[in-house]
């Protein structure tokens, strides 16, 4: 259904880890990557987003950008 249910962490010499959220995830990319994983995810401006060829899941026009 495209929603994040927890993490997989990879540890260094070790097994792939997975972590099961309980309430939410928060995915954060920094002051730079955050605005892209909205976009990405559907969220921005409008006109940005189609000509980007991402589908439109919220127009939040300003997003990701300073």
């Known amino acids: 259904n495209g929603r994040a249910t927890g993490v997989e962490v990879s540890l260094r010499g070790g097994s792939p880890l997975i972590i099961e959220a309980h309430r939410l995830v928060v995915v954060s990319g920094g ?3 955050s605005p892209l994983i ?29």
């Open 31 to 33: 002051a730079l990557g």
């Open 38 to 66: 909205l976009e990405r995810s559907g969220l921005g401006a409008a006109n940005v987003l189609q000509a980007a060829g991402i589908p439109l899941l919220v127009d939040l026009s300003g997003a990701g950008e300073n």
